[in-house]
């Protein structure tokens, strides 16, 4: 379809985890096309951490329901490449794709406290998954935890094990989910997601429901065993400061595409694009006191999204050329991947601070 | 630990129940007002199988055979000695048949045709709506259910009178009336359970099909509510099989409420059918009681009554028993 993709941080196509080629994603609804995920390319290394941000409606989780190959009638994956390893995901077949959940990307869900079924025990749900994967094909074959071919014995060590990865007690495994707390609950699900030793995690705001300070501990739980297993996460949220805290790159979405890959640490310091700007500029400061501000007017909606730079209508440095012309993600300076037209302008007369 | 408590709890439960229901059960049919004896005798007289005179003289003596002339509290006390022994008296309609003989009879039909038909109607009914709630069903098989959940909407008995009509006048398959042929002596015999199956057919068919839909909508309903847990999500993240997906996951989630309801209807065997049974004159326990109702039967009333109030209270055990081994939330609640 497009003639060239393009893709950020592709120097290494070949360690790539993850590749992700000018995906699109819509839904087709009574009122007309909602285009959720429009041409977003991005691409993770193996064992790297990658935060998605994005306000609501922006497209973050289903760019990540996309990836697992799960986005339900009437949404739709339109066109694109996912490459997971060297396997062309969106070319499996729909067993080959049920086998390569979990043994190759695995989810922790949103909704923590109610992602786990209700009446089974966790040790059952545990081993459940790799017990559908058994004689798994040609994605899992080095994994070498098929519970079907483990004797009772090993089965329980190998619960015991994953448990014990994520901090939690053995005896958990013949508990139910109601005798669990928000917080071990998403242990339990980490533990099922790396339970096949995936390459790519997704974590589609593993910490939405719960406190600040065991969305600390399962942050530090999920850093620890990604890095154990060596797979690559996809840290989908709106918290900044986890993303902060947590993961290497940044991907900013807005209305469904992306307007900023940056690693962390610049795009904090530095923020390249007007939007990812005033996002960071909304955070909160220890040092100045000051009222909060958000980012004047509303996301569009998907309906009937505005022509040429979908942020025009709220940017700042918006000119004719923004309102007509659409500009693609650019390796504007390494490592660092932006689409806006004005770029230089803005960043060539600095402390303009942005508001003329 | 629980167990030992709950069990108790229960048990306690299930008597109260059983005592407060025989209690109203008892003083109801007393507050109607009606004297049946007096009734009674005044219909003979009036068919004129008694004598008009005397009739003062032989309602005092079956007052007092059937203890209707001592004080309320002590009619009371007598009625639950004697509910305890699960004696229920004479029928007053056909005197010197006990109501224990009578239910006896009219239960082994009634249970042969209800129980069967609740449960097979439960069973496929339910599996019916999981299914039909299913995206990954055949086709063939959702679009079965359009007319399914039709038939749910019509009344069984007069599913009863269609297939009647159908069936039994005007294509004579089936028998239209009774449990067995007229002149065969009931009899534990393959010919005659052949027989009775013979006949059983048409009613049971009729409560078959208006009840069919009633568990799949049902079911459908609470399928449809499990399919947008988190929980399937992420089993379906975990690249489940479809079948577990259907089975572990969404059925036995959904089907929760359904043993509720399927208890409740159990108890209900008894009772529930009473038209159905009118309607295809089947000698079962709706027809005795609807009989008994007409001819102002207290005894078998409330011998009725009670073993429905049984059955109920029974199932409802039984409910609160086995709940707690499909729902482990349960557990902690109680």
Not at chain 1, 129 to 141: E, K, W
């Amino acid at each position: 379809m497009t003639p060239q993709p393009r893709s950020n941080g592709e120097a290494h196509a070949q360690s790539a985890a993850l590749q992700v080629r000018d995906l699109r994603v819509h839904y087709d609804t009574p009122s007309g096309v909602v285009q959720a995920v429009d041409s977003v390319s991005f691409s993770l290394k193996a064992g790297e951490r990658f935060g998605l941000v994005g306000e609501s409606g922006s497209g973050k989780t289903t760019l990540a329901m996309a990836l697992l190959r799960m986005i339900k009638p009437p949404g739709q994956i339109e066109s694109g490449q996912v490459w997971l390893g060297g396997q062309d995901v969106l070319a499996l077949s729909g067993e080959e794709m049920r086998k390569l959940r979990l043994a190759g990307i695995a989810l922790v869900a949103q909704g923590s406290m109610n992602s786990l079924n209700p009446v089974t025990r966790i040790r059952r749900q545990l081993l459940d998954g790799m017990r559908d994967h058994a004689a798994a094909g040609s994605n899992s074959t080095d994994n070498g935890t098929s519970a079907a071919k483990m004797s009772r014995r090993e089965q329980e060590a190998y619960v015991r094990d994953l448990l014990a990865r994520v901090g939690l007690e053995p005896q958990v495994a013949d508990m139910y989910p109601h005798e669990l707390s928000g917080g071990m609950k998403q242990r339990v699900c980490i533990a099922m997601a790396i339970s096949m030793r995936p390459q790519v995690i997704i974590a589609d705001e593993p910490t939405s429901a719960l406190d600040v300070v065991v969305q600390m501990q399962i942050m530090e739980t999920l850093r620890r065993v990604q890095e154990e297993v060596g797979a690559a996460v996809l840290l989908v949220g709106h918290d900044m400061g986890i993303m902060a805290q947590f993961v290497d790159r940044v991907g900013v979405m807005y209305a469904g595409k992306l307007v900023e890959v940056s690693p962390v640490r610049e795009i904090f310091s530095r923020p390249l694009h007007p939007y990812a700007r005033l996002l960071i500029e909304c955070l909160p400061s220890l040092e100045v006191k000051d009222t909060l501000e958000g980012i004047p007017g509303l996301p569009p909606s998907l309906l009937e999204r505005p022509t040429g730079c979908l942020f025009h209508p709220r940017c700042p440095h918006a000119t004719t050329e923004c309102e007509t012309q659409e500009q693609m993600l650019d390796e504007v300076q390494p490592e660092r991947w932006v689409a806006c037209h004005r770029l230089e302008q803005i960043h060539n007369s600095p402390p303009e601070t942005g508001d003329q | 630990m629980w167990v030992a408590g709950y069990l108790l709890k229960r048990i306690a439960f299930f008597f109260l129940i059983v005592l407060t229901a025989a209690t109203v059960n008892f003083f109801l049919p007393r507050l109607s007002g009606q004297d049946p004896i007096r009734e009674r005798m005044i219909k003979q007289v009036q068919s004129g199988s008694a004598w008009g005179k005397g009739i003062e003289e032989m309602v005092e003596v079956y007052n007092a055979k059937f203890g209707l002339d001592r004080p309320l509290w002590q009619q009371y006390l007598t009625y639950l000695g004697d509910m305890a022994r699960f004696d229920l008296g004479h029928s007053i309609a056909f005197y010197p048949k006990t109501v224990k003989e009578i239910l006896r009879e009219a239960l082994l039909w009634t249970i042969g045709l209800l129980t069967m038909t609740t449960l097979l109607s439960f069973v496929f009914g339910t599996f019916f709506g999981a299914l039909v709630a299913w995206a990954r069903a055949p086709l063939w098989l959702r679009s079965l259910a359009p007319p399914i959940m039709t038939m749910a909407a019509i009344p069984y008995y007069l599913l009863g009178l269609i297939m009647l009509f159908v069936f039994a006048f005007e294509l004579r398959w089936f028998p239209g009336h009774g449990g067995y042929r007229i002149g065969t002596i009931p009899n534990l015999s393959w010919r005659f359970f052949l027989e009775a199956l013979e006949h059983s057919i048409l009613p049971a068919l009729s409560i078959l099909l208006s009840s069919l839909g009633f568990w799949a909508i049902a079911m459908r309903g609470m399928m449809v509510t499990v399919e947008g847990e988190d929980y399937m999500t992420l089993a379906e993240a975990k690249g489940i099989k479809s079948s577990r997906l259907f089975f572990d996951y969404g059925l036995r989630n959904a089907i929760l409420p359904q043993i509720t309801s399927l208890a409740l209807a159990m108890g209900y065997v008894f009772s529930g059918a009473l038209l159905v049974e009118v309607v295809f004159g089947f000698p079962g326990i709706g027809t005795v009681l609807f009989n008994s109702i007409k001819g102002v039967d207290y005894p078998v009333i409330q011998g009725i009554v009670l073993t429905i109030i049984l059955t109920l209270a029974t199932t409802t055990l039984i409910l609160d028993l086995t709940l707690p081994m499909l729902d482990p939330r349960i557990r902690r609640q109680t």
